[in-house]
């Protein structure tokens, strides 16, 4: 039993409801059907670097008859700053074939839902904690390529969640980590101390492991747009990732798992239509995780054989954001303007792009931030956007260009 105090932890001398606390949504995944067709539009269109690649038959393997139809059978690691990843995208119908644990539910499309704590404590009392209150944990450890710790399990609808620390960072130069560097994989939950990422890269150079042997992505289209003073292959950047968008079975499950397993703070409830969908934080931001009845699915017309609503992605700024609207129209994408605000409080301009699969990627620029007293911005405050009516610039909020900032050059 992990020590607790009145019911409270000890996090870094801060005592808490849980002995971890979530600061963001590190990553994200996608299971597809057309993989060759989201790989372009993942990489190409929406400029997600490929960071690694993991094939599950590397030269020489056979691939099994049975897997030849579902095409592209490897894993992408995608980054759009310098975490390793941010996005992954995996075979769906692969991931059903070999699943022998009875994990992979067929109306399940994301990989994973990975959210980042503060230290190598909190992802390891946090696994302890979440297994002793009888949490559907999956496993613990440590994975390769992108070297964080984590424990992994699943909400009520089997989406599989992620606790992390400690993701690799890409630096200058663009390489991931070597596979030879692989060698501290973990399988089980770490014991704690650790030595540190420095030491060990410390260890692989004392014995010879060459550094600039990892992934190195090349840009997929001419780097002819202006962003912002930098030449880029879109006419956009993705800044940062979130929210996600879940249809639930049972709302009220879904949100006792996020709330009260994971500690997700409730920032507003918006009743459409009679469905009450329900948006969730676990920092500054109005919502990183929203929950959605699956009876508006049909209503929205979303793809009717899948629970994710939509994944949204931050881009730099709201003229990058029409740049984007226009870009995907050109690459022949269907964009939608028609899911209504309400479903999305908290974001003003915004558009969903649909993805070669139909699964809905949302894009926007600004997010309304919540400060310390908790409260959202009143919902007749809030900037009222008219369906397909983009203004040449916009007024400046309390909140404009707030929240989490992107470090680093644009590309
Ligand atoms: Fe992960």
Known sequence: ???????????????????????RLGHFGINAIKMEDALHFYHALMGFRIVDIRDPFPEGRE?????????????????????????VLYNHRQRGAVDKLGRWRENITVNQITWQVGTLAEAVNGHHWLKERGSNMIRAGRDMPGSNWHTYLM??????????????????????????????????VAPLPQISEYREVQEALEAGVEMNTGYRDIEPLEEKHDVDGILLGRPFKITKIGPVRLFCQDINAALSFYRDSLGFIETETVDYKGHQCVFLRNNTEH????????????????????QLFAF?????????????????????????????QELYPGIDYSAF?????????????????????????????????????WPDAVEAVSDSYMGEPFLGPLG
């Not at 020590?3 to 801060?14: A, C, F, H, R």
């Not at 691939?63 to 996005?87: N, Q, T």
């Not at 990183?288 to 017309?301: C, H, N, T, V, W």
Request: glycine content about 8%.
């Open 1 to 23: 039993m992990l020590d607790s105090m009145d019911g409270k932890y000890n996090v870094g001398g801060v005592l808490l409801d849980r002995p971890f606390k979530i600061r």
């Open 63 to 87: 691939v099994p008859d049975e897997l030849k139809p579902f095409g592209d059978l490897r894993g992408y690691f995608f980054r759009y700053s310098h975490d390793h990843h941010a996005f």
């Open 155 to 188: 909400d009520a609808d089997w989406f599989q969640n992620e606790l992390y620390y400690g993701i690799e960072q890409i630096g200058w130069d663009g390489y991931s980590k070597p596979w030879d560097m692989h060698n501290r994989e973990f399988k089980d």
């Open 287 to 306: 919502h990183s995780m929203s929950l959605y009845p699956i009876a508006l699915r049909k209503e929205l017309g979303c793809r009717e054989d899948s």
């Open 312 to 340: 949204a992605v931050r881009l730099a700024n709201y003229q990058q954001l029409k740049n984007a609207v226009a870009f995907f129209r050109e690459q022949g994408c269907t964009v939608r303007e028609d899911i209504p």
């Open 353 to 389: 792009v649909v993805d070669p699969d139909g699964q809905l990627i949302q894009l926007y620029a600004y997010m309304e931030q919540v400060g310390w007293d908790g409260k959202p911005r009143p919902a007749s405050d809030r900037r009222r956007v008219i369906p397909g009516d």
